[in-house]
């Protein structure tokens, strides 16, 4: 007989619905558990990143048990920048062996988002959200941020009717005394701009938040899955992660005392062991590009994460497509170790 699919509404739904993953990953030891709370926040419509949304979450059962959950959330803040009625599918977990279940829930969350006013289904991206599956590097933990999941899971979404949207990848990067020479050599594109680079004020949280915000927001405006986050929403990764940022790794350039630049970099959580870091952002005003500054802002961070005794780092997310970011990864000496996949399904059809 077929699954049954329910939509959860309570508390107690949503306990078993954040429950699976664990089931999931009970023998897999390079998964890493998100945070229940951040997870349970958002598909409980609540918090800064879904304070707008609509918010459905989907079970199959099979006697009695959860074999498949998925989030459909549809956000008309996400559609302002998008510039479509996309609706999206996050936290998608299935156990395996479940192919029918698990095409008859995907339908049927998109048979919500189609009723909500969605033409695309997109799967598990939204910064805020989730970011992209991975495709590759199965045994290995994933760096912060990221999404772990099955190889089998490609199938499953396949099967549910979604295809290929975008591929992208997280480039990394061992770091050597030659490698160190050559970061030292780019501070110079900085000298040559009239910029200064510093690090960021941790007494001033407040302040370098709303920096950050108003370079990501110029920065990222025209970028393919960037989100216009307020202020408030980028203070979860400044004033609410002040005490595991590392203020080396963290850099604005200013220009005539005018912020023009800056960089996100933090450790990498999920290994705290590693001595590996994430280089997250490179933000840059459209008058100051061109001219290196964001290899400089780069290098000054790379440096920070040399000297506070950090032996790797990754640049990440990059879309295959963003020619410049890719560039960017290879002058660091990165190269691309992990790959990731956004899916999207039509329905307008």
């Not at 680079?197 to 370079?215: I, P, Q, V």
């Not at 630049?261 to 999920?270: A, K, Q, T």
Request: aromatic share 12%; with cysteine; charged share 25%.
């Amino acid at each position: 007989g077929a699954a049954m699919i329910q939509k959860i509404d309570t508390n107690a739904g949503r306990e078993r619905f954040m429950e699976l993953a664990a089931e999931v990953y009970e023998h897999d030891r390079n998964w890493v558990a998100p945070d229940p709370e951040h997870v349970m926040g958002l598909i409980q419509d609540g918090g800064p990143f879904a304070a707008q949304s609509r918010v459905q979450s989907f079970l199959a059962e099979r006697g009695g048990n959860v074999v498949a959950r998925v989030a459909a959330v549809m956000d008309d803040a996400f559609n302002e920048y998008w510039k479509e009625d996309v609706g999206h599918l996050f936290f998608f977990e299935a156990l395996p062996g479940h192919d029918d279940d698990v095409r008859e829930l995907l339908f049927q969350a998109c048979d919500w988002l189609t009723a909500a006013g969605a033409r695309t289904a997109r799967l598990s991206y939204h910064y805020g959200w989730q970011l992209p599956m991975t495709t590759d590097a199965y045994d290995v933990r994933p760096t912060l941020f990221h999404t772990y999941n099955p190889a089998y899971y490609h199938g499953y979404i396949k099967s549910g009717g979604f295809s290929t949207e975008k591929g992208l990848a997280e480039y990394r990067v061992r770091f050597t005394p030659e490698l160190a020479e050559r970061y030292r050599k780019m501070l110079d594109y900085a000298a040559e701009t009239g910029a200064g680079l510093r690090s960021w004020n941790f007494d001033r949280m407040e302040e370098e938040n709303a920096h950050f915000g108003e370079l990501y927001r110029a920065t990222y405006d025209k970028h393919w899955g960037a989100p216009m986050f307020t202020d408030e929403q980028c203070s979860g990764l400044t004033v609410h992660m002040k005490e595991v940022l590392v203020p080396e790794m963290t850099v604005f350039a200013e220009v005539d005392e005018r912020v023009v630049g800056g960089v996100y970099s933090l450790p990498d959580l999920n290994n705290p062991e590693s001595g590996h870091a994430l280089l997250l952002s490179i933000s840059l005003l459209e008058e100051a590009r061109g001219r290196g500054l964001n290899l400089a802002m780069a290098a000054k961070s790379f440096l920070g994460m040399m000297d506070a005794g950090y032996r790797s780092t990754s640049y990440t997310i990059v879309l295959d497509e963003n020619r410049p970011s890719r560039r960017t990864g290879e002058k660091l000496g990165c190269r691309p170790e992990r790959n990731f996949v956004i899916y999207s399904r039509d329905l307008s059809s």
